[in-house]
Structures are given as C-alpha cells and as structure tokens.
C-alpha cells in the first residue's frame, strides 16, 4: 500500500480539517469552566468537534465526562491508543499571522496549535480515515484517545483511565521523529520567600503564567526616580540587546522587560523576561526583601538553566540532563515572593537526594522549596515489540534510521503502560511549539499522516499481528 501517495491525495482535505481546529481558540480558562466544561469552553468545543468529526465518518466515538474521548475503529479485545490533545497554550504577543486562522503561506500551516499538538492530531486522524477507506481488517481496536488537558496537568488523561480500558500499547504524535522511549520526569518546585512588613523597593513584580513556557514578558513596579531608572535601563538594554519600556505610574516607576518564549523542556531555546528583569533590577539600590529576590532569581537561573547553583543538576546517558524553567514568577512585600518552576529530570534522578541537597543549598538564604506536582520518568525497553514494529514503519518511509530518543518535555505516552512519543517533528526541522508564529511544514504533515497510516497497519493489522 502506497501509503504517501494516498496522502498526498489527501492534502487539500488534512488542510482544511486542520485549519477548522486551529480555529477554535482552545486555552484553558478554568474561570470560564463549571461541572458540564472544567477546562472551559473552548477546549470542550475542540473535542467535540473531533467527535462530531469521527461520528460524521461513521467511526464509534465516545465522550468522556466533557474532558476526553475516543474515536475508534476494528475489533477486537486489545486496543492501539494513539494519543493526542486539542488545548492549546495562550498564543503570546508580535504573530505574523492571526494565532487562531490557520493561515496557509510559505508551504506551512500557522497557529498556535499546528504542530502542538493539532497538526499531528489531524494527520493522526486522516491516517484512520485513510485505513478504513483501504478497506483493512484490523485484530485491535484503534482508538484515537482527545485530550483538553495537557498543556496543565494531564487531568484529562485521569479521568478518562477511571473510565476506559488502558491500551495494551499506543503512541503519542505529540513531540519528535523517530521514536522517543525515554520522557523526563517533570516536577513542579515552587520557591517562596515570606513577605515583609518594610517598605520595599519594589512593590509588584510577574513574570509568566504557565510553568511549562518561557515566559516572554515580566514587568516591575517599584520605587524610585524616573530618569534614573529609564536611564540605567537603556544602557543595561544596549548592553544586553533587551528591549522594553519605562514608564511613570503614579507615585511608582514600572518597568517592562520582553523576552522570548519557547518550551520549558529546553529553557534555553527562549529568553526569560523574568529573570532578565531580574538582572537589570540588581543595578538598583534595593532594600534588603526586594534584593533577595532578584538575586535569588539571578544567582539560581540568570546564567545556568541546568540547576548547579540550587544542587539540582545530574545526567544520565538514557535521557540527559535536568532542566529548570521559571515559568510563573510573583513578588509582593506583603506576600513575599513565589517562583514556581518546571523541572525535567532524567530517568535515573536521585529525586529525594536531590531536593534534600537544593535544600541545603538554600539554608539562610530566606528562600524555602516546596514539591508541587511530580510526574516520574516513563521509558520503554529498546527491545520491545512496539519499540521494533515503529521503527520498521520508520525506516520504510524515510530510508533513515530510526533511533531513540529522549525529551525533557511530557507526553501522553507517559500515561500508557506501554507507550512511546512518535513525530511529528522530523529530524532537522525546527521545532516551534509553544513560540509565537508556530507552524507545521504540510509537507511533513501529509508525510507523518502516511507514517501513521502505515503504524496503524503494522500494529493492529491482522496480517501483521499474527504471533505478536
């Protein structure tokens, strides 16, 4: 079965479909949500609108409590997850292009979404659709498992595993080509400082909103004479090739610093608005709460994204080194500050040791660690039979080797007894998620529709299922 060939017959229509779904807006808003719409109204709107989908082709769809479902094909006792999500994270300022039109220029698809992870929700969606049109019995329930929650915690997967079998193997089309055995472990540490009854230099400062990105803008309101700060501030600005403002507000100066945004699972592919302005703060003469801060900020971030200066570094050989993304950053003088930051850690982590000694680090300093959320390190032995069969399908689409890899970033696969990310992002290509004008190339999305066509053929086909 040329697979390529009946996708490219295809594109016109993975175009369209994909252009419908970048079109729902679908952040997270939990102030907007109730009981019927937890993650609020848009998220739910994408999942239905997938379902809608999946029931308009005849497939056997089902809705699970408003937050996740499935669209499913074959028979059969075992089931195939391939596992996708339809939230978003917010799009960020300075587009191109409209974030929410999926506009199609330059061999590519814009918006936030196309390759995190709507892009490769739709080609995994046209691959079903081109399997079942081919006409090929399959031994497994395929299901394609939607999720609305995985840019903030996975609750979708929760409930939707209280309520549906567990797949006895699946993919997530949510990260890189070739084939990713091996996810860090992601935890959510959160620095606080207790406030201060003084009066402080600086009286508000935030930078970020979601931990899982860099944040691209942070600003402070503090204390002090316009001219000197706007002054000290262009030439930290011409200095550091920073770009940002400084304006009067009432009796206060703000100062607002940009940055870049990018993955936390690689910090260092963005510029983190809150630490610079956490840099340039420390030119100013503080009082004691407030440098504390910043400095905290500066000594703990400002020139090392792999935590040696709170003990928190390690690496090891199958998933590499750990990361530190400040990502939600917040200080009042009443309130002290709170720095909350997504740490990916490799599958080996001595995790409790590594807390006790970051702990140890920060004794005296006023600063205090405390543990949020911790999802732990997935892998899947090179071996298995899932691991063997997607290479095959691989190899047989690029004429490259499939090799295993490992990310700092979190997929559903995590969430699979036995589950492994698969593309969509191919070697050398850039990746763009969660920046600002992000994009799938369509070649590469009518390319990974067919590699999931055939994935789909080589796992649960009955042909290809005898004795596996």
Known sequence: MNWLELAESKKADIIAELQ????????MDEKAGNDEMPFGPKPLEALLHMLNEGDQEGFVTKNVDNVAGHIEMGIGEDILGILCHVDVVPEGKNWTYPAFEGVVANGKVYGRGAIDDKGPTIAAWMAM???KEAGIELSKKVRLIIGTDEESGFRCMDRYFE??????MGFAPDADFPIINAEKGIASLIFTQTGSADTETIQFFQAG???NMVPDE????LFGGLHMIKEKFQEFAAEHNVEGEVTQEGPMVKVLVYGKSAHAMEPDDGVNAGVVLAKFLQNINLTPHSKAFVNFLVNSFGEDSRGHSLALNFTDEISGETTLNPGVIHYSPAQGSCTQVSMRY???YPFDEQLSACRDALYGTGITLDLGTNSKPHYVDKEDILIKSLQKVYERHTGEKAELLSIGGGTYARVLEKGVAFGMVFPGRKDVAHQVDEYVDIEDLVKATAIYADAIVELAGISNSEGK
């Open 163 to 168: 309520k549906e079998a567990m797949p006895e």
């Open 20 to 27: 419908r779904l970048i079109q729902i807006p679908s952040v």
């Open 218 to 221: 942070a600003f402070a309101v």
């Open 346 to 348: 490799s599958v080996s």
């Open 129 to 131: 659709k081109l399997v």
């Open 209 to 211: 909103k979601r931990t």
